[in-house]
């Protein structure tokens, strides 16, 4: 089957500590997203990629870093210069196009920094 | 320039139709909607391209006015299965980024 996989659901760490987390996309996309969730909120963009070895900002993309050495691949690290890093992360992947096309999303990874 | 979503949530019986909103200040070339269960991924819903045309899926239809500016979600005949969180995601222009500016979402909750 055909889909993205994040890991993992939960994570738990320390503050000051740098966390990197994971996402997977069989679909071959070549476009990947991190979005963040918090309550009672929408969906924020960190980081974009349109293309391996290329990423964009989003409008939050402060106390963040991305790679993307593979098309498979988009992992997300959460630095200790991000100040309120305690989220739910949503990684997506598109079909690279003209205009956005539909976007499907992982399950997520709720994080969360004591 | 994020868009604006109403009514922030609603409550329906079984049967009952709804109406979302999703406004923006800012011309738009397409709006996308999604659906989130509580602890989920969110989920394809639609997208329409500026034109003013109405899609549909299944009971849940929607349209594009973009002289307004404006796209509307229109749940008909709802189901216990319609509850969830919609967001309606904005693009301003037929570029390559794919990248959406979503609304702060509209929680609907549909009880029997």
């Known amino acids: 089957d055909g889909g993205i996989t994040q890991s993992p659901k939960y994570l738990f760490r320390k503050e000051g500590q740098n966390v990197t987390l994971s996402c997977e996309q069989n679909l071959n996309h070549d476009a990947m997203y991190w979005y963040r969730q918090d309550p009672g909120q929408g969906l924020r963009l960190i980081y974009y990629?349109?293309?391996?070895?290329?990423?964009q900002k989003g409008d939050i993309a402060e106390g963040y870093s991305v790679s993307r050495e593979k098309k498979e691949s988009f992992p997300l690290t959460v630095t200790s210069a991000q100040k309120n890093p305690t989220a739910f992360y949503l990684c997506a992947s598109s079909i690279k196009g003209i205009g956005a096309g539909e976007q499907y999303f992982g399950p997520g990874t709720r994080l969360t920094v004591t | 320039q994020q868009p604006v979503q109403s009514p922030q949530a609603v409550i329906l019986r079984e049967g009952e139709d709804a109406v979302i909103n999703c406004s923006s200040s800012?011309?738009?070339?397409?709006v996308h909607w999604y659906r989130q269960k509580h602890g989920e991924a969110p989920v394809f819903l639609m997208i329409?391209?500026?034109?003013?045309e109405q899609k549909g899926h299944e009971k849940i239809s929607a349209s594009f006015n973009e002289k307004k500016q404006q796209s509307s979600l229109y749940l008909t005949a709802s189901q216990l299965s319609y509850s969830g969180t919609y967001f309606c995601?904005?693009?301003?222009?037929?570029?390559?980024?794919?990248?959406?500016?979503f609304g702060q979402g509209t929680t609907l909750q549909v009880k029997p």
């Open positions: 995601g904005t693009e301003r222009s037929a570029s390559n980024t794919g990248k959406l500016i």
């Open positions: 990629s349109q293309i391996v070895n290329d990423f």
């Open positions: 800012k011309a738009l070339y397409s």
């Open positions: 329409l391209l500026k034109g003013g």
